[in-house]
Structure formats: structure tokens, C-alpha cells
């Protein structure tokens, strides 16, 4: 029997689930879950209550509860938004910081040579989340992806994931899943997918054309030898990405792929690899 998921982190599964669940901070998550998929400047209660299916009350005593804590502020009569104290509680406990910092340098390089958006993922747990984005001076850049969950069988970051993993595991991934069709160019095909990563592990580097987002192209490649897995990534818009374009693309990114894997392998400074807060990126032995 499965364990059942945790609903904030995709795949890991649920903490001590014989456990009694506290189901007050429960429906307070699902209000703060809310008001940030919320695409609008502010949420009235009424519209959170939609969004959640709780009752109109509870959420009124929950924002007055969370707005105690700094967790939610009301900028205008009867609207309300995600709080500042959020912004400490998540750099609090962001794993990536130390990564980003180290990162940051080749990832910016990446940028300035390629003149497109270059990006840093992470790569575990089933997931790729872009945690760093450099873009270029342009009038048109692609859309900040940072935190975004994004479809794998779409994006360069998530095929070069798939690519990686064990012929098993891609099964179990695979298994029953619908792909999403973002675009006309998307793969939603199981074999189609299948005959992609093998190119892709073929390459060595993954791309996407169209298939995230119309107009939109980009490429990965891995960062040798680290744990967790690491891609650097370079996207813009298909008409300055070509097909030439993305080859040079791809070469640039692996020569920043080297300097970054040898400043994890020795810290900023050759002071030594950094700690495992640098988002728990060190060398397999």
C-alpha cells in the first residue's frame, strides 16, 4: 500500500501518517495556498472560500489569525495578500541559497554570452525546479521560471531529468501519466517521449522547440558529478533561438557547466568545498 503524499512537496510522501492531523493550521495552509496561486493584487475572503471550500467564517477567522502573524496583510478594504514575515519563514528555509550564490557567477556568464535567459535547475525527488534565472538586456525575455513547476516531457530541464533515470523508474514515471499538450508541439506520446531521451542521452544535452510555449526554445545540459543533480539551461524566444543558435547555446553551456562544478568542487576562493547548505550540491565519491 502507498503512503499517502504530502500535499506541499509532490512525491514525498506524508510524516508520521498514523499521526492525528491538526486540521485548523491545515485549512490556514490551504487560505496562504490560495492567495498565492491567486493572479489577481488581492483576494476578498469571499473569493478565498471559493477557491478552498471552506466556509465564509472560517476564513474570516483564519485571515484575522494569519494577519496576527504577519502571514497575510490587507492592502485595501476587504482584500488581502500574502504577508512579509512569508519572506523571511522562506529564506529561512531555502536549502538553495548558498547554491545560488555560488552559481551565480556562471549562470550570469552564461547569459551575457548567449544574450538569452540562462537558468540553474535542480534536479531530485521527480522534480526539476529552475532556482536561478539570469536574463539579458532585451526588450523580450522568456518568463521568469523560478519555483515554477514545469511539465517535464516539455521543458529541456525536465527531459534531461527523465533522461537520467533508470529504465525502471522512467517505466513507473511513465505509467498511467497523461502528458499535457501545451502547445501543438508538445509531446504527449509515451514512445515519441521514449525515442526523445534517447536522443537526448545520446546528446548529452536536452532541448525543447515550441513545446513549452509557443515561440519559445531552450536547451540544458547536466553539471558533472553532483548530487543533487544540477542542469544549467539557456532559453529565449525560437526566433533568436535557431538551430545554430542553440548549438552555440549548448557549447557555452557546457564550458559554464565545468566552472560551476569546479567552483562547487572548491568553494569561491579555493577555500574548499562549500557546506551542504550550498543546496546539498558536492561531488560523488
Given at each position: 500500500?502507498?503512503?499517502a503524499?504530502?500535499q506541499?512537496?509532490?512525491?514525498?510522501?506524508?510524516?508520521?501518517?498514523?499521526?492525528?492531523r491538526?486540521l485548523?493550521?491545515?485549512?490556514?495552509?490551504?487560505?496562504?495556498?490560495?492567495?498565492a496561486a491567486s493572479?489577481?493584487?488581492?483576494?476578498?475572503a469571499m473569493?478565498?472560500?471559493?477557491s478552498?471550500?471552506?466556509?465564509?467564517?472560517?476564513?474570516g477567522?483564519?485571515?484575522a489569525?494569519?494577519?496576527?502573524?504577519?502571514?497575510?496583510?490587507?492592502?485595501?478594504?476587504?482584500?488581502?495578500?500574502?504577508?512579509?514575515?512569508?519572506?523571511w519563514?522562506?529564506?529561512?528555509?531555502?536549502?538553495?541559497r548558498?547554491?545560488?550564490?555560488?552559481?551565480?557567477?556562471?549562470?550570469?556568464?552564461?547569459?551575457?554570452?548567449?544574450?538569452?535567459?540562462?537558468?540553474?535547475?535542480?534536479?531530485?525527488g521527480?522534480?526539476?525546479?529552475?532556482?536561478?534565472?539570469?536574463?539579458?538586456?532585451?526588450?523580450?525575455?522568456?518568463?521568469?521560471?523560478v519555483?515554477?513547476?514545469?511539465g517535464?516531457?516539455?521543458?529541456?530541464?525536465?527531459?534531461?531529468?527523465?533522461a537520467?533515470l533508470p529504465p525502471?523508474?522512467?517505466?513507473d514515471?511513465?505509467a498511467?501519466?497523461?502528458?499535457?499538450?501545451?502547445?501543438?508541439?508538445t509531446?504527449?506520446?509515451?514512445?515519441?517521449?521514449a525515442?526523445?531521451?534517447?536522443?537526448?542521452?545520446?546528446?548529452?544535452?536536452?532541448?525543447?522547440?515550441?513545446?513549452l510555449?509557443?515561440?519559445?526554445?531552450?536547451?540544458?545540459?547536466?553539471?558533472?558529478?553532483?548530487?543533487?543533480?544540477?542542469?544549467l539551461?539557456?532559453?529565449?524566444?525560437?526566433?533568436?533561438?535557431?538551430?545554430?543558435?542553440?548549438?552555440?547555446?549548448?557549447?557555452?553551456?557546457?564550458?559554464?557547466?565545468?566552472?560551476?562544478r569546479?567552483?562547487?568542487?572548491?568553494?569561491?576562493?579555493?577555500?574548499?568545498k562549500?557546506s551542504?547548505?550550498?543546496?546539498?550540491?558536492?561531488?560523488?565519491?
Open positions: 500500500m502507498k503512503p503524499m504530502n506541499g512537496t509532490p512525491g514525498a510522501p506524508l510524516y508520521a501518517p498514523g499521526v492525528e491538526n485548523s493550521l491545515g485549512k490556514a495552509v490551504a487560505v496562504l495556498r490560495a492567495l493572479s489577481s493584487p488581492g483576494s476578498t473569493q478565498i472560500a471559493r478552498t471550500r471552506l466556509p465564509r467564517a472560517t476564513v477567522r483564519l485571515l489569525s494569519l494577519s496576527d502573524e504577519g502571514l497575510v496583510e490587507s492592502p485595501g478594504p476587504g482584500q488581502w495578500v500574502l504577508g512579509r514575515e512569508l519572506i519563514l522562506g529564506q529561512a528555509a531555502d536549502s538553495c548558498r547554491l545560488r550564490e555560488l552559481a551565480r557567477p556562471a549562470v550570469a556568464e552564461l547569459s551575457r554570452q548567449t544574450g538569452e535567459s540562462a537558468m540553474l535547475g535542480v534536479m531530485t521527480g522534480r526539476s525546479e529552475v532556482i536561478l534565472q539570469i536574463d539579458p538586456l532585451r526588450l523580450i525575455t522568456p518568463t521568469n521560471w519555483g515554477r513547476q514545469l517535464l516531457h516539455a521543458s529541456a530541464g525536465g527531459k534531461l531529468l527523465l537520467s525502471a523508474e522512467l517505466r514515471w511513465l498511467g501519466r497523461d502528458l499535457p499538450r501545451y502547445t501543438s508541439r509531446i504527449t506520446d509515451h514512445d515519441a517521449l525515442t526523445a531521451l534517447r536522443q537526448v542521452r545520446r546528446r548529452g544535452y536536452a532541448q525543447t522547440v515550441d513545446e510555449e509557443a515561440g519559445l526554445s531552450g536547451i540544458a545540459v547536466p553539471v558533472p558529478d553532483c548530487e543533487p543533480a544540477l542542469a539551461g539557456v532559453s529565449g524566444p525560437s526566433a533568436r533561438l535557431g538551430t545554430s543558435q542553440r548549438a552555440l547555446a549548448v557549447t557555452a553551456a557546457r564550458e559554464a557547466a565545468a566552472r560551476l569546479e567552483t562547487l568542487a572548491v568553494g569561491p576562493g579555493g577555500e574548499g562549500p551542504h547548505d550550498a543546496g546539498d550540491s558536492r561531488s560523488r565519491t
